[in-house]
Structure formats: structure tokens, C-alpha cells
Nanobody, 116 residues
Framework: QVRLVESGGDLVQTGGSLRLSCAAS????????MGWYRQAPGKQRDLVAS??????YYVDGVKGRFTISKTDRKNALYLQMNNLQPEDTAVYYC???????????WGQGTQVTVSS
């Protein structure tokens, strides 16, 4: 089992910055992929960024603005978000995938609101 707890969500103005954190505990040695998803009101949950090993991946809408990082022990995941826009408003979820067995885990989410 893996437990994920997000923090860092807040209300910011357009152009502002936030850093989201995700604390992971439990069977973290089995994690091989971690990421951030977001879900805006009335929309599906979509991938924002992920990282496997040292290889980050970003969706097009956040490239150059967001940076994903993690600790070597995989006990923490971060998302630095710069130049935030109103369309970034959503609940942000931390995600982890493990091997042996292969399972997916989600945090409870943290709200990010960007005012125009």
C-alpha cells in the first residue's frame, strides 16, 4: 500500500506561482511512476506531468511553466507552477504506480484557484 498526501494548493492571481507537494509513505520502494493530474469542475481528470526515473513528461499546456520533481527515495513529489493562468484552476491530484503488484494510488487532492 502507498499513501499520498498533497499540500500547497491556494488561491493566487494570474501570473503567480505555487509549489505543490505530495508526501508518499508505505511501499514507496515499489513506485516506478509518479505524476500530477488535475480536474476542473465539470471536466474529466487529466494528466499534467509525470516522472519515471529522471525522465519528466509534460502535457503541452504546461510545458515551460510547470516543473515536476521528486526525491531520490520517492517519498516526495513536487510540482512547481509558474505563470499560472485561470485555466489552471482545478483540484490537483498526486498519482503513483507500483510494481509487484501493479497498482495505482491517488491522493485526496488539493485545490488550486487562479483569479483573473
Amino acid at each position: 500500500q502507498v499513501r499520498l498526501v498533497e499540500s500547497g494548493g491556494d488561491l493566487v492571481q494570474t501570473g503567480g506561482s505555487l509549489r505543490l507537494s505530495c508526501a508518499a509513505s508505505g511501499s514507496i520502494a515499489r513506485i516506478y511512476l509518479m505524476g500530477w493530474y488535475r480536474q476542473a469542475p465539470g471536466k474529466q481528470r487529466d494528466l499534467v506531468a509525470s516522472i519515471a526515473g529522471d525522465r519528466p513528461y509534460y502535457v503541452d499546456g504546461v510545458k515551460g511553466r510547470f516543473t515536476i520533481s521528486k526525491t531520490d527515495r520517492k517519498n516526495a513529489l513536487y510540482l512547481q507552477m509558474n505563470n499560472l493562468q485561470p485555466e489552471d484552476t482545478a483540484v490537483y491530484y498526486c498519482y503513483a504506480k507500483t510494481v509487484l503488484p501493479e497498482r495505482e494510488y491517488w491522493g485526496q487532492g488539493t485545490q488550486v484557484t487562479v483569479s483573473s
